[in-house]
């Protein structure tokens, strides 16, 4: 299994471009995610799907898109990118949770996002 | 709303000292999961140790350990005899009944020779 995959890992964009980060998992993990990590913030939940077709925000969803037309993608939407979107953005994936268990998430390798 | 504390920024050790990371959490929720991850240099993410609600056991795990306190609302992370490969930035992280996931600041350790 490849686990997590990312692409691209780097990437500078100027203010107002559009670009799609891309995920792909193998594992057929039901719960995928979209996170953002800044200096001294932890990781923060941008978008979220619990299945394919299923999308919900999570804490700092303004700027970004997420579409889930199948189970194994799972690709994050700049529309038009800002400054303060500079950040590292991390995809993750587990099976869903059932009932009172959960289940840990996989993390892909990250994508250094700057954009001036 | 949920809420993980992580107070210590950064701790700087020297090898073979043990060394413990903090965890304070808030929820509201009554079964909740905790989580310790690593984030080494290299950046990505290192799943540690998942515990729930329900079990206060701590865990040991090598040179690893967890002790959980739902009556502090802690759920911190001892590394014993520190080694250099152990720096690396932990987090701690929680999980209530909604599908979203909260992390901590992050605690940076740095072990030196």
């Known amino acids: 299994n490849a686990g997590v995959t990312q692409t691209p890992k780097f990437q500078v964009l100027k203010t107002g471009q559009s670009m799609t980060l891309q995920c792909a998992q193998d594992?057929?993990?039901?719960?995928m995610s979209w996170y953002r990590q800044d200096p001294g913030m932890g990781l923060r939940l941008i978008h979220y799907s619990v299945g394919a077709g299923i999308t919900d925000q999570g804490e700092v969803p303004n700027g970004y898109n997420v579409s889930r037309s199948t189970t194994e993608d799972f690709p994050l939407r700049l529309l038009s990118a800002a400054p303060s979107q500079t950040s590292v953005y991390f995809c993750?994936?587990?099976?869903?949770?059932?009932?009172?268990?959960?289940?840990?998430?996989?993390f892909g390798p990250g994508t250094r996002l700057t954009v001036t | 709303a949920q809420k993980v504390t992580q107070a210590q920024t950064e701790i700087s050790v020297v090898e073979k000292e043990d060394v413990t990371l903090d965890c304070v959490y808030e929820?509201?929720?009554?079964?909740?999961?905790l989580f310790w991850y690593k984030q080494p240099p290299s950046g990505e993410l290192v799943f540690l140790i998942r515990?729930?609600?329900?079990?206060?056991q701590n865990e040991i795990s090598g040179r690893y350990s967890w002790n959980f306190q739902k009556s502090t609302s802690s759920f911190n992370f001892t590394i014993t005899a520190s080694q250099v490969v152990d720096s690396a930035v932990y987090f701690c992280a929680l999980k209530g009944t909604a599908s979203k996931l909260t992390f901590g600041t992050g605690t940076r350790l740095q072990v030196t020779l």
């Open positions: 594992m057929n993990h039901e719960y």
């Open positions: 929820t509201r929720d009554t079964t909740y999961y």
């Open positions: 993750a994936s587990s099976y869903r949770s059932s009932g009172a268990y959960s289940y840990e998430q996989y």
């Open positions: 515990r729930n609600s329900f079990d206060e």
